[in-house]
């Protein structure tokens, strides 16, 4: 039986909570979270997909505007600088991963950040950790609300699903809507939330994330303005309760201004992946690796093509079962892909999933060679879940590995140098050193900053643009 009230609390909970709330735990994971966003965001401006996306965003016009990452000089509407940008961050399948399953950072930071830079009074960092935590937290709890939420999904992709409400309840804490009105935003967002799985390893799939960071900060607006909604959109089964068949909801705990706040993030730590692709790959990737070194340790000069069959045992997903990816998405989700190019390159990087790459005749002939399984006891849970791999030789050997948790799962969680590491080399695609570092500064220090505006100064920056326009301008002079 659903218990009334919860909606009333979520709204309670966004309007009440402060920056006094905050736990250093908290502060540290939502840094890193931001950082390791911004970096893929930053590396995801040079997909096709951001750039369509952001010709159809110019077209729209606005009394006031944010900035769009790494593109200076250029702005549009602050849900289209939300959309934008979010479509970047998911891009590449780069962005960071939670249990239960969704993507968390990516609809919530775009959303803030626009809405941040609009504001009169900017706010201090704090209170931006604050929005961002609270646009985490809200998504963390209603995933908790379904038991079906922890397996990997089948139907629906759960950033555009709690990822909408997560941009909601941040972006109505940054413009201080009351209790009502947080209410409301949370209602209106629900109306825009979903978007089918079949759209995963499509270009389609990184607009779930724009999405839900722009109908998030369009519905606060809009609550803003005096729209209204279901005041128990939470309470009810044909309310949020539709995405769930075994939604069973709990209201949150009163907060009041003193009192000790328990963050879903306190407890749960983030996965930041080590390459661009769907989580699941990570495990596979990692079992490919150790059988490729135990291979190569007997056979050092041996050649790649004296495997004979290749055997991944993976939990059964359908979406990314793709034997013979085509395009650079469904390479992403594709375990047969992500295999192959570690066993031949001993890793899995951004330039794996290159035209270059994808294409050569020695991947292409592996691909033939993989056969999945898929064991009962290997459940579809990315908490539980495995990978086996056996590679075959035509000498008849067999060299075997499993992966029960990479490095970079919430349980492994990647070191601070590594995750800063992961951020310089995606940022330097398109950032000067400088900058890089003075947004990796920035971020360490948002908690003691009086005001967060350096921060969306920094992402504006693109050295490639920036170097046309010095070019132009010293050929305009001579």
């Given at each position: 039986?659903?218990?009334?009230?919860?909606?009333?609390?979520?709204?309670?909970?966004?309007?009440?909570?402060?920056?006094?709330h905050l736990t250093d735990e908290v502060i540290r994971r939502s840094k890193r979270m931001i950082l390791d966003?911004?970096?893929?965001?930053?590396?995801?401006?040079?997909?096709?997909?951001?750039?369509?996306?952001?010709?159809?965003?110019?077209?729209?016009?606005?009394?006031?505007?944010?900035?769009?990452?790494?593109?200076?000089?250029?702005?549009?509407?602050?849900?289209?600088?939300?959309?934008?940008?979010?479509?970047?961050?998911?891009?590449?399948?780069?962005?960071?991963?939670?249990?239960?399953?969704?993507?968390?950072?990516?609809?919530?930071?775009?959303?803030?950040?626009?809405?941040?830079?609009?504001?009169?009074?900017?706010?201090?960092?704090?209170?931006?950790?604050?929005?961002?935590?609270?646009?985490?937290?809200?998504?963390?709890?209603?995933?908790?609300?379904?038991?079906?939420?922890?397996?990997?999904?089948?139907?629906?992709?759960?950033?555009?699903?709690?990822?909408?409400?997560?941009?909601?309840?941040?972006?109505?804490?940054?413009?201080?809507?009351?209790?009502?009105?947080?209410?409301?935003?949370?209602?209106?967002?629900?109306?825009?939330?979903?978007?089918?799985?079949?759209?995963?390893?499509?270009?389609?799939?990184?607009?779930?994330?724009?999405?839900?960071?722009?109908?998030?900060?369009?519905?606060?607006?809009?609550?803003?303005?005096?729209?209204?909604?279901?005041?128990?959109?939470?309470?009810?089964?044909?309310?949020?309760?539709?995405?769930?068949?075994?939604?069973?909801?709990?209201?949150?705990?009163?907060?009041?201004?003193?009192?000790?706040?328990?963050?879903?993030?306190?407890?749960?730590?983030?996965?930041?992946?080590?390459?661009?692709?769907?989580?699941?790959?990570?495990?596979?990737?990692?079992?490919?690796?150790?059988?490729?070194?135990?291979?190569?340790?007997?056979?050092?000069?041996?050649?790649?093509?004296?495997?004979?069959?290749?055997?991944?045992?993976?939990?059964?997903?359908?979406?990314?079962?793709?034997?013979?990816?085509?395009?650079?998405?469904?390479?992403?989700?594709?375990?047969?892909?992500?295999?192959?190019?570690?066993?031949?390159?001993?890793?899995?990087?951004?330039?794996?999933?290159?035209?270059?790459?994808?294409?050569?005749?020695?991947?292409?002939?592996?691909?033939?060679?993989?056969?999945?399984?898929?064991?009962?006891?290997?459940?579809?849970?990315?908490?539980?879940?495995?990978?086996?791999?056996?590679?075959?030789?035509?000498?008849?050997?067999k060299f075997t590995a499993r992966c029960d948790t990479f490095y970079g799962h919430w349980r492994k969680p990647?070191?601070?140098?590594?995750?800063?590491?992961?951020?310089?080399?995606?940022?330097?695609?398109?950032?000067?050193?400088?900058?890089?570092?003075?947004?990796?500064?920035?971020?360490?220090?948002?908690?003691?900053?009086?005001?967060?505006?350096?921060?969306?100064?920094?992402?504006?920056?693109?050295?490639?643009?920036?170097?046309?326009?010095?070019?132009?301008?010293?050929?305009?002079?001579?």
């Amino acid at each position: 039986m659903i218990r009334k009230g919860v909606t009333e609390s979520f709204g309670a909970a966004v309007s009440c909570l402060n920056t006094a709330h905050l736990t250093d735990e908290v502060i540290r994971r939502s840094k890193r979270m931001i950082l390791d966003t911004l970096g893929v965001g930053l590396l995801g401006t040079s997909t096709p997909v951001f750039n369509t996306v952001l010709q159809y965003s110019q077209n729209q016009q606005a009394l006031k505007n944010s900035k769009v990452w790494a593109r200076p000089g250029l702005s549009v509407p602050p849900q289209y600088a939300a959309f934008v940008n979010g479509v970047a961050v998911h891009s590449m399948d780069f962005d960071d991963t939670w249990h239960p399953a969704t993507h968390p950072s990516g609809a919530v930071l775009p959303a803030i950040l626009a809405v941040a830079e609009t504001l009169p009074i900017k706010p201090s960092g704090l209170e931006l950790l604050l929005a961002f935590s609270i646009g985490i937290e809200v998504q963390g709890r209603l995933l908790r609300f379904s038991k079906e939420a922890y397996n990997i999904p089948k139907r629906f992709h759960p950033p555009a699903v709690v990822g909408v409400m997560g941009s909601a309840a941040a972006t109505a804490k940054l413009l201080g809507l009351p209790l009502a009105q947080s209410i409301a935003a949370l209602a209106i967002a629900c109306s825009s939330a979903g978007a089918p799985m079949a759209n995963a390893a499509t270009q389609t799939k990184p607009l779930h994330m724009g999405n839900a960071a722009r109908g998030g900060l369009e519905a606060s607006e809009l609550a803003l303005l005096g729209l209204e909604g279901n005041t128990q959109i939470l309470d009810l089964e044909s309310g949020f309760g539709a995405f769930y068949p075994d939604y069973i909801p709990c209201p949150l705990a009163k907060v009041t201004p003193t009192s000790h706040y328990r963050w879903v993030l306190e407890n749960q730590n983030i996965a930041q992946k080590r390459f661009p692709a769907h989580l699941g790959m990570h495990w596979v990737a990692d079992a490919a690796k150790e059988a490729r070194a135990k291979f190569l340790d007997k056979y050092p000069d041996a050649d790649m093509s004296q495997i004979e069959k290749i055997t991944l045992k993976v939990p059964s997903s359908r979406y990314v079962d793709c034997p013979l990816p085509v395009t650079e998405h469904q390479a992403r989700h594709s375990f047969q892909f992500n295999c192959c190019s570690a066993l031949l390159d001993g890793d899995v990087t951004v330039e794996s999933f290159s035209k270059s790459q994808m294409n050569r005749r020695p991947l292409q002939q592996m691909l033939l060679k993989v056969n999945l399984e898929n064991p009962k006891d290997n459940h579809s849970s990315f908490e539980t879940m495995y990978c086996e791999i056996s590679v075959e030789t035509t000498q008849g050997e067999k060299f075997t590995a499993r992966c029960d948790t990479f490095y970079g799962h919430w349980r492994k969680p990647l070191s601070h140098e590594d995750l800063v590491k992961k951020f310089r080399a995606n940022a330097l695609t398109v950032l000067t050193p400088d900058v890089v570092e003075g947004i990796i500064y920035t971020v360490d220090n948002l908690d003691k900053s009086h005001d967060c505006s350096m921060l969306w100064s920094y992402m504006h920056f693109n050295k490639y643009h920036m170097k046309q326009k010095e070019e132009h301008r010293c050929s305009v002079s001579v």
